[in-house]
């Protein structure tokens, strides 16, 4: 599937996202495990089980051509944003991860420490990175689309934009997505409460 490419130079504000056409499919069992439920496998007379995460450790959920010709790839489960270098393929930088640990970036002025479980990354016209923070594993429970600028020379991610969903249940743990339109304004999908006792109530 070819990914039509941007004329950067048409606007400012839009970005290139491409989460919704599905070109990222890990595996059927990505489907069946998002929630987080156990997947069994049957040999003969024996079985085994694994938690989603075991089998789904990226979880890659969304693409963006970068302004180079690179490709943003949001893995949620590892939460961690990879640049792809295009042809090629190699990695050219990492940012968020568990803990920050083999991220390229050093992430400032994030009061909440950073994004987790996001969806729909992307770089924006400017430079900067915007996603939308789904927050799976951060305490705080609160999903958020962010914006950082990412400065290449001295390795920083720095928080720009917030936008923290303020309803009463402000935590989604699946689902969402964010997108920059061309006249600044930004569109938040706030996803899914993600709970199959409460389908009625998932405002996907």
Known sequence: YEIPKRDWS???CSSDLVNWSKLVRTSIMTNLGASGDPVCV???ARSACMQMHWVDFLHANSLAWDRDGGIIVS????STVF????PGGKIGWTVGGYHGDHSDFRLVDDPLGGFSFQHSAQILPNGNLLLYDNGNRRPDRH???VEYKLDM????ATLAWAYVA???DPFRDCCGMVQRLANC????AWGGLGDKKKLNDIPV
């Open 166 to 168: 303020s309803d009463a």
């Open 75 to 78: 893995a949620r489960h590892s």
């Open 143 to 145: 999903s958020r689309a």
């Open 83 to 86: 640049k792809i270098e295009y």
């Open 185 to 188: 304004n930004t569109v938040i």
């Open 10 to 12: 048409s606007d400012v």
């Open 42 to 44: 049957t040999a003969g």
């Open 153 to 156: 020379e001295r390795k920083t």
